[in-house]
């Protein structure tokens, strides 16, 4: 088992990505933006400068925390931003000898049941992405977050069924916030474990972050790993107990959140935030 993260949340810069790995003691980073950019999309010449600073720096790139069919990506529009971003993806991570890259099953359709999701047109476009890594030699995994798979358990199961080789990264925080439409409305929302419980045989990857969902103000209050509703130390638990060899990657968004632009703090208060918590995570591990 390896320990790495998404660095981005640590720094801005490869710079200062390398700087928090090194400080950890970790040579892994789950690389997604450097300088504002996803790794799949940096200029070539920025990309060049990537790739010498950390191999100066002795880290390496485990995964691409990609774009590719995410949540911003629509199912009834076309398909060829997602078909753009592997293309650009494959050599950069064969450069880089980096054999995991995350991807999704494209955004919920929100005015649509969870079964009418154009389920075969999903299945469709994953499978086609799915086999372009495996040909190249490399894994993608589906990450529970906001898109078809992520909707409960049910439906990431169906998911691997139709895609056959695709395997997971399980996101121990994801379900603390997002619906779970495997049960009738008002969706509830989802349990990390039960989630967890039912496809753990198919987890190639995890993911951890942690927080309490705030019905109140309708938001995530997050946490450091094990201090929320992500039933993070259960599963890290039955993780080692079941021989899990793979990663763990952490992604705190308590100084920063990729995905809200108002959540934002100096670079050192993310660098000690990122730091922290993998050291909190590393204990977190001995303990279990």
Known sequence: MYLTGFADEAATSIEGQIRATRELGWEYIESRNIDGANIHDLPDDKFEEVCVKLEEAGVKINCFGSAIANWGKKIDKPFDTSLEETKRAIPRMQ?????????????????????????EERFRRVSILHRMFADAGMQAVHENCMNYGGMGWTYTLRLLEN????????????????????????????????????????VAYVHIKDGIWNATEGKTDFTFPGE?????????????????????????????????????????????????????MMRLISEA
């Open 95 to 119: 450069k880089l000898g980096t054999k995991l890259v995350r991807i999704m099953s494209f955004a919920v359709l929100p005015d649509r049941s969870p079964e009418d999701q154009m389920e």
């Open 163 to 202: 895609v056959p080789g695709l395997k997971l990264v399980f996101d121990t925080g994801n379900p603390v916030f997002t619906d779970d439409r495997t049960k009738p409305e008002p969706y509830p929302k989802q349990s990390a474990w039960e989630f967890y419980s039912h496809v753990k045989e198919h």
């Open 228 to 280: 929320g509703d992500g039933d993070v130390r259960r599963i890290v638990k039955d993780l080692l107990a079941r021989g899990y060899d793979g990663g763990i990657s952490i992604e705190p968004h308590l100084a920063v959140v990729y995905h809200d632009e108002s959540v934002q703090s100096p670079e050192e208060i993310k660098h000690a935030n990122y730091v922290e918590y993998g050291r909190r």
